[in-house]
């Protein structure tokens, strides 16, 4: 972020090409773990007859990331997104995707030592889902969040016209959306009404899904707030019982994280802030959303990628 041209610092951020991964943590999962809330009750129960095998399935089912959380930042990944379910009262925290992975307080300390030493680079944490949580617990999780990025924690009322300049100018690297009506007695936290989700329900197809972002980013309308493309495909619970010894990542993502890429590369696109995939690491994703930023800040610019960084000479670009 430090390296974009300097033409893209002071615009708003919600009008920059953000990369993003779809169930982040999803990477802390482990088949070894008990199935967590986020699931229905049939895969609950499905789960639970079948013991080891069926934790084994709904891990190969629900997992979206490979990469660390540590690993997805030095690819370029500058938003992500979690699920969190208590696991009691005694402040585990941890994040969900149909099992329970690391504790949300492990993985925020990944990204706050990611920024510890990328001083210009800006975090987008987006909590959107709470499982077995009341208020008390609310509060506490605030807290951890709270303590963990301390004075990085950018404040809801710096605006929503809030650029990278204005960030650095007053060292805030993170801003961290909350899903949850207790946040309006907090500053430091962004509510979930500042993110608008784009499709809102995730299409079965992705020929569906390429239409309904052709159609998307060619008549999005004006928004004060950040826009986030989901660049995913979900299949119907009977179809993923149809194909229950394949994989989401064999099935879907494989398929769906190349013609997002395809899609990114076909010209310049518009209206493109955040856009999440499974699978980040595919196909040079990251490298051509970032590139949609180059072609607005410089219409003569050429890129290369080594060892996951984007360099353009003169007027360069690394995210």
Not at 244 to 261: A, D, Q, Y
């Amino acid at each position: 972020m430090g390296l974009l041209p300097v033409c893209l610092t002071s615009i708003p951020l919600r009008c920059l090409a953000i990369p993003g991964s779809h169930a982040s943590f999803s990477c802390t999962v482990s088949h070894f773990n008990d199935i967590s809330p986020d699931n229905s009750l049939l895969v609950k129960v499905l789960g639970n007859i079948s013991c080891c095998v069926g934790r084994e399935r709904i891990y190969q089912w629900s997992r979206t990331q490979d990469l660390s959380v540590t690993q997805q930042l030095t690819s370029g990944v500058r938003y992500f997104e979690a699920q969190v379910a208590a696991r009691s009262r005694t402040g585990d925290f941890r994040v969900v995707c149909g099992l329970y992975g690391d504790e949300l307080r492990s993985c925020m300390t990944e990204i706050k030592s990611f920024l510890d030493t990328h001083e210009k680079e800006v975090i987008i944490l987006d909590i959107n889902n709470f499982y077995n949580m009341d208020d008390i617990l609310h509060m506490k999780l605030l807290s951890i969040i709270t303590h963990c990025f301390d004075d990085k924690l950018c404040p809801f009322n710096t605006g929503s016209d809030v650029s990278l300049n204005s960030l650095w100018n007053q060292g805030y690297q993170v801003i961290v959306i909350y899903h949850h009506e207790i946040i309006n007695e907090y500053d430091n936290f962004w509510p979930g009404t500042s993110i608008n989700y784009y499709p809102p329900v995730a299409p079965v197809t992705s020929a569906e899904l390429i239409l309904q972002l052709e159609k998307h980013s060619e008549n999005a309308p004006e928004t004060k707030y950040f826009k986030c493309l989901r660049g995913i495909v979900s299949y119907s619970k009977r179809k993923c019982l149809s194909r229950l010894s394949s994989s989401r990542k064999h099935e879907i993502s494989t398929k769906v994280t190349p013609e997002i890429t395809t899609w990114l590369q076909e010209k310049h696109r518009e209206n493109l802030n955040i856009v999440i995939v499974d699978y980040m690491h595919l196909s040079n994703f990251v490298r051509h959303l970032v590139y949609q930023n180059v072609s607005r800040g410089s219409n003569s610019t050429s890129v290369s990628l080594t060892n996951g960084e984007m360099s353009v000479p003169q007027e360069q670009v690394t995210i």
